[in-house]
Every structure is written in C-alpha cells, then in structure tokens.
C-alpha cells in the first residue's frame, strides 16, 4: 500500500482564492512528521510546512496551513489568497518512526504530487 | 554555498556508458540523500547516508548504482552500464543530523540525466 496518497494530479485555481490540496497517509507508528514541499518549474523542492503527529494545533506558515485530521489520516494543504507564483508541483511527505526511546528514522517518502496553475 | 549544489545540471549519455552526478551539501550538514524522480512521478529514495556511511542503501534499484560520501562532506553518485530506463532527475537532500523527526530536507536543483 502507498504511504502517501494524492488523489489530484491537477489542480486549478483563481488568483485570490483559497485551495486544498489533499493528502492522506498510511502509518502504523504512533509518532511520525507529514511535510509538504513545493516544486516550481525550477525543479528545486522547498520546504513549506511541517506538522507533528503529537501536535495539538494545525501548522500554519503564513498563507500556508495544515488541516491535519489524525483520525482520518489526512494532511490536507490549504492555501490562502493564491498567487501567480503559487503555479508549482506540491508533494506531501511522511517520516516515520521516532519513538520516545530512540530509534531515528531518516527517510521521507513522498506522494506522486499535485500540479497545482493559478490563473490570473 | 548557501546551498546544496549538484552538478551537472543536465547530463545525455549514450546507452551503456558510466555517469558520475555529484552532490554538494550544505555545510554542517551530517545527513545526505538522494532521491530519483521519474517523469510525473513522485520522489524514489535511493540512499541515505549519515557522515560517510550509508545506513540504507535499499532504494539503490540494482548494482549498476553506488554511491559514496567522503569527508562528511561531497557525495557521489554513480551509475554504471546506464540504461534507457536511468533517465530521470537525481535530486540531492542534505540536513542536520537526521534524527529529529521534523527535520527538513533541503534540496538542490537536481541532475537532469537523459540516456539515449
């Protein structure tokens, strides 16, 4: 089974609007880190926001926010007020298993991603 | 460098010849990765390494792929007898010591890497 899973390989969205973009995950690890990246046409992936399985509070970086539902296994990405520069491949990433007694865990696994165009 | 730095930016090499990508971290960074990304494919982890040992190495998809990291520093990948089915971009991720679970990647640009 997929640890991630994005259901939207194209997005599109008005300049000025808000969109979600859906991920959900599979873990049996009570302690693991849900990640999204953006990946302009530049090809470099920049970190946007993280969010820990132990958090009490949904991530929020600016216009990005988080809308972490344990339960439902999902970290879906909100953004606010799209901008042009917003138009990019977003990936949602997991790393696992960090446990109170130790036992690092080093690998994020990533979903296929969701292109996501803005239009003016 | 402010950051991780791979080079060649983009590589075309004949079916069967040896390719060598390099991976510049950023500095003080313990931790290093490479992923691969297929086209419309998400990220393929290949290996990671911790100072210049490598841990895990089980995303290496045959022995035609090796890579090594000297002085915590610079690492190297290497892929052998290249093949049609390589052609992807090989991006490259360091961190500090990767073993806090929010710890971020930073990534470099990537090798564009096309066999023909």
């Known amino acids: 089974a997929q640890k991630i899973t994005q259901t939207q390989p194209g997005m599109f969205v008005q300049e000025k609007e808000a969109v979600t973009l859906d991920c959900t995950y599979d873990?049996?690890?009570?302690?693991?880190?849900l990640f999204w990246y953006k990946q302009p046409s530049s090809g470099e992936m920049i970190f946007l926001i993280y969010?820990?399985?132990?958090?009490?509070q949904n991530a929020t970086e600016g216009r990005y926010s988080l809308n972490f539902q344990k339960a439902r296994k999902s970290a879906n990405l909100v953004i606010s007020a799209s901008q042009l520069g917003d138009s990019a491949m977003y990936f949602c990433?997991?790393?696992?298993?960090?446990?109170?007694?130790?036992?690092?865990?080093?690998?994020?696994?990533f979903g296929k991603g969701t292109l996501l165009t803005v239009n003016p | 460098g402010a950051g991780v730095s791979q080079s060649p930016s983009n590589k075309v090499t004949e079916k069967g010849k040896d390719v060598e990508l390099r991976c510049d971290p950023i500095?003080?960074?313990?931790?290093l990765y490479w992923y691969r990304q297929s086209l419309g494919q998400g990220l393929e982890f290949l290996i990671y390494?911790?100072?210049?040992?490598?841990?895990?190495k089980s995303g290496l998809p045959s022995d035609r792929f090796s890579a090594e990291r000297t002085g915590g520093s610079v690492s190297t990948l290497t892929i052998q007898r290249t093949q049609q089915e390589d052609s992807a971009v090989y991006l490259c991720?360091?961190?500090?010591?990767?073993?806090?679970?929010?710890?971020?990647?930073?990534f470099g640009s990537g090798t564009q890497l096309s066999v023909l």
């Open positions: 991720a360091s961190s500090l010591p990767g073993e806090v679970i929010g710890e971020k990647l930073f």
């Open positions: 873990t049996s690890d009570p302690s693991y880190g």
């Open positions: 969010q820990g399985s132990y958090d009490q």
């Open positions: 990433a997991m790393r696992e298993g960090l446990s109170n007694s130790g036992g690092s865990n080093y690998k994020l696994t």
């Open positions: 500095s003080g960074h313990t931790a």
């Open positions: 390494f911790q100072g210049n040992s490598a841990p895990d």
